[in-house]
């Protein structure tokens, strides 16, 4: 095999450490070609057909921790061809590839089935290898490399700068809770901040999480004594809050967790997309930067255990829950629309039928233009000329009119001739001409409704005169 230097060995595995009846006929690898199924484990991690430890792992360590994935990948090329490991992570390993193949506890054929309980262990990420009486055991973490409960998935790149100054803060409280106390919640944050007067804590946006968790996103503005103002760098205020005495503060207000709320610079994009992240293959971690849809938005990150991956369950949920709450609100809001369009299109019908009413009544005073006066329009005439004939007389209203306009421009010919002398009315005797005038203009109106009432009786004793004299040819005009 590749790593073939723990030897290949022949043991039969003792029943009495079994689940069920085992039927042994004896291995000649440590992973490979083996029909011990003393476990009742099935193939679920793996079916190996190596005879050493590189080639043993070829199919039982692939990345297809959900069962869906069908990726390879052997120990020899996977995890020893790590460039320049340091002494306590070659340590590291060399404990757990003697844990996971030739563990010398117990001396007999049952390290064998101890080797393959701590295969199973590290598959699982949990518990501990032990291997050997004088050094301590192995831990197994999920971050381990044969832990198959692993995947790699894509997270969007934040796209907000280190000057944008938003920082994020989960509260381990509901979206209602934090909404009705925001402005408390604010002043809280304001005193953990010293309560500096020159800053200002301010809510960007608050978002609800799963677990009855809320993401408040807030940023701080400090105004300088000469009247500028600037919000404080997301990663100093993030360093800030991550000092232990403010961290408590923090704790005590409900917050879980925080973080800067910035996008990634060139060199630490380039840094963590180079460097796969602990216990993830170094073949897997370039495939799924090949299989990256979109390489400017999205980052690919490892997700360990049942509990990450139901973490992004519960997000993906959410977000969809997020989701259709607004499709639910354009929808209302389409539907009030509709209701507009509707009642737009009656009013317009409504108006149309009035504007085909108007167009006929416009018709009907051009058909009766060419006919002859009718007798009571000959008599409005008559009443107009009347009228008109009173306006201009010359000791009636137009000329005292003319005589009040020619006044008029007396006075502002004499004005700008001595625009330097002011006159002043005091405002007592002002209100009192008004007055004055005011009485004199309703005792003129008074008059004219006078004479226009004798004027009508005048009309009619002549019009009675007229019908009780006949003449020939017609009457008095």
């Known amino acids: 095999g590749a790593f073939g230097g723990f030897g290949t060995t022949t043991t039969t595995a003792a029943p009495a450490f079994s689940f069920s009846a085992p039927t042994n006929t004896g291995t000649s690898g440590l992973f490979g070609a083996t029909q011990n199924k003393g476990f009742g484990f099935g193939t679920s991690f793996g079916t190996g057909t190596g005879t050493g430890l590189g080639g043993g792992l070829g199919t039982g360590l692939g990345f297809g921790g959900f069962g869906t994935q069908q990726q390879q990948t052997t120990l020899g090329s996977g995890l020893f061809s790590q460039p320049a490991q340091t002494p306590a992570q070659s340590n590291q390993l060399i404990n757990t590839a003697s844990a996971l193949s030739a563990p010398t506890l117990l001396g007999d054929e049952r390290d064998a089935i101890l080797a393959k309980w701590n295969q199973l262990q590290a598959f699982w990420g949990s518990g501990k290898g032990y291997f050997n009486n004088n050094i301590a055991p192995v831990e197994f973490t999920q971050e381990n490399p044969f832990c198959r409960f692993k995947a790699v998935g894509y997270s969007l790149i934040p796209n907000n700068k280190d000057e944008d100054g938003l920082v994020v803060l989960v509260f381990n409280r509901k979206e209602t809770e934090i909404r009705s106390q925001q402005q ?39 105004r300088s004594p000469n009247g500028t103002s600037r919000r404080v760098p997301a990663t100093t ?11 408590s503060s923090l704790q005590q207000l409900g917050v879980g967790r925080s973080m800067p ?26 495939q ?55 009642t737009t299109m009656a009013k317009i019908a409504q108006y149309k039928r009035k504007l085909m009413a108007l167009s006929h009544r416009t018709l009907q005073v051009t058909w009766t233009a060419g006919y002859a006066i009718q007798a009571d329009e000959e008599q409005l005439r008559v009443q107009l000329d009347t009228i008109q004939c009173e306006l201009n007389a010359p000791t009636q209203f137009k000329g005292r009119l003319n005589e009040l306009m020619s006044q008029i421009r007396m006075q502002n010919h004499f004005g700008a001739v001595r625009a330097e002398e002011r006159y002043y009315i005091d405002a007592d005797l002002l209100r009192e001409i008004k007055q004055h005038l005011k009485q004199q203009q309703e005792g003129l109106s008074h008059l004219i409704s006078i004479i ?26």
């Open 288 to 342: 799924a930067k090949v299989d990256n849809p979109d390489p400017d938005k999205l980052i690919p990150v490892p997700m360990v255990g049942f509990k990450e991956l139901l973490r992004r369950l519960k997000v993906q949920d959410q977000m969809t829950k997020q989701h259709q709450t607004r499709l639910d609100i354009i929808s209302e809001d389409i539907g009030e629309l509709q209701k507009n369009q509707t």
């Open 237 to 247: 205020l993030h360093a800030h809050f991550e000092q232990a005495n403010i961290k």
């Open 452 to 477: 226009k009432d004798d004027l009508e009786d005048i009309k009619l004793i002549e019009h009675g005169l007229n019908e009780s004299i006949p003449i020939r040819g017609g009457v008095f005009s």
């Open 184 to 222: 408390q919640l604010v002043e809280s944050l304001h005193k953990v901040l010293g309560g500096n007067q020159t800053l200002t804590v301010n809510v960007e946006g608050v978002k609800t999480l799963p677990d009855d968790q809320t993401e408040v996103i807030i940023y701080v503005v400090e």
């Open 261 to 286: 709320k910035t996008e990634l610079s060139p060199a630490q994009a380039k840094q963590l997309l180079q460097n796969p992240p602990a216990g993830v293959d170094p073949i897997i971690w370039e």
